[in-house]
């Protein structure tokens, strides 16, 4: 049995502004975290790549591991804490390596878990080892413990998100400062919110990542990112924005999940969003989850889902539920229990916003409402609202329809001769 009373011993690993708040916060408040845990928590070693970069934190008092995978293996470490990022490399070695020498994990991993979760919590738990990542989703947000401890006796029906902050700060700063979206993207990035690779936030990739862990849990499913439709929302513009804007919605990268009679659907996309409903008054950074149980109805939870204080506290929290002997399975239930399904690409119908440039002469519109009536889609709205030249943006709003139909008429407008260019379509989603 291990001693519940020693104090539990950390090693960590990566000291950007999630492990100096993480160092910050255990030397701040030492007596109350050693309250609630039940047990002192310190930090005996940490690791990163630049040993000599001044962090702002003292960390005399602790040995420098020369890696991250010699710091997972030492023994004066109970739990490895992973913030180095990425799905391969150091920090795969290092995770795997903490559970072989028999520590548990909390890790802010997201990439990681989305690729490998599967074959890692199952690792984990027939090694008696647990591994926590509340901070990898929606940073301070306490989702997942919400869904595996609060939500425990629910069936979840639906889990949405906007869970990556950089593309919220954009796309409500395109609207509140009426700019490009290009524009906005390079504010952001002297800002400093873009990941290393840009396309990890707008392509919708770690949010996709974010979502694909959400879905395991309320599911009950093996984690599937392959099974996520990404979208990212490099081709919303400020006229989408503007004309959404009009017809009372807001455009979100959202995220939902939900298991369907075709199996489960899990997607990351631009969706227009009802503006007066929690989601669509969601500004800036934050991020925001909405949890569906059968029991519980609906819960919404909002906080800042990047940045040092937040993601440390989910890190914290983590850690504290360790100290005090509490050992849930990675996903809330057994690895070995979570099913293997198979992913249903947009299964559930809904109205479909549509933008596209028409060629303005007579019969364009006709030819374009024929497409859609062969598709079995049916027009809810539809206007012009300008004139460039020899075309004219056109906007369509659809009544409920699949994602499929809605392809099935975009691939036809390209022989029509009267759509130039690239058709956006957005679906409108019920919240
Ligand atoms: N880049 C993410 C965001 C935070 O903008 O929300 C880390 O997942």
Not at 23 to 31: A, D, F, G
Not at 64 to 74: H, K, M, Y
Not at 161 to 189: H, K, Q, W
Request: proline share 4%.
């Amino acid at each position: 049995m291990p001693d519940t009373t020693a104090p539990l011993r950390l090693g960590i690993a990566g000291l950007g502004t999630v492990g100096t708040g993480i160092v910050r916060m255990v030397q701040n408040h030492p007596e109350m975290i050693a309250a609630r845990a039940g047990r002192p928590i310190e930090i005996t070693a940490v690791t990163a790549r630049d040993k000599d970069k001044d962090r702002g934190v003292d960390l005399s008092g602790y040995t420098w591991a020369q890696d991250a995978v010699s710091l997972a293996q030492r023994d004066d470490v109970d739990v490895f804490v992973e913030l180095i990022g990425g799905h391969e490399g150091t920090a795969k070695d290092a995770f795997e390596a903490a559970l072989a020498a028999g520590k548990d994990v909390v890790t802010a991993n997201k990439a990681l878990l989305a690729i490998h979760g599967n074959e890692l919590a199952t690792s984990a738990e027939a090694q008696g080892r647990v591994v926590r990542f509340e901070a990898a989703v929606a940073g301070g947000i306490p989702v997942i413990k919400s869904l595996t401890e609060g939500l425990a006796g629910n069936q979840i029906t639906r889990v949405m998100g906007v869970m990556n902050g950089t593309c919220n700060y954009i796309l409500t700063r395109m609207e509140s400062a009426g700019l490009p979206y290009d524009e906005v993207f390079a504010e952001a990035d002297a800002l400093g919110f873009l990941e290393a690779d840009p396309n990890l936030d707008v392509g919708g990739i770690d949010a996709g990542h974010k979502l694909a862990l959400l879905s395991s849990i309320a599911f009950g499913t093996q984690v599937d990112f392959d099974g996520v439709e990404l979208e990212g929302i490099g081709a919303i513009t400020i006229d989408d924005i503007k004309q959404a804007a009009d017809m009372g919605y807001r455009i979100k990268l959202l995220g939902v999940a939900q298991m369907t009679g075709r199996g489960l659907e899990q997607r990351m996309s631009p969706c227009l969003v009802p503006a007066l409903s929690p989601l669509g008054q969601l500004e800036g950074g934050t991020n925001m989850v909405v949890l569906e149980g059968d029991e519980v109805g609906q819960i919404v939870l909002r906080g800042a889902g990047a940045g040092s204080g937040p993601t440390a506290s989910a890190v914290m929290g983590d850690v504290i539920d360790i100290a005090r002997g509490l050992r849930i399975p990675t996903f809330g239930q057994p690895a070995t229990t979570l099913r293997k399904v198979r992913s249903a690409q947009a299964a559930v119908a809904a109205p479909y916003y549509m933008r596209m440039q028409l060629i303005d002469k007579p019969g364009a519109l006709a030819k374009v409402a024929s497409i859609l009536g062969d598709a079995g889609i049916s027009i809810d709205q539809m206007r012009q609202y300008g004139h460039e030249d020899t075309s004219a943006p056109v906007l369509i709003v659809t009544h409920k329809t699949t994602r499929s139909a809605i392809d099935t008429a975009t691939a036809g407008f390209a022989d029509t001769g009267v759509v130039t260019g690239d058709p956006v379509c957005i679906r409108i989603e019920t919240v």
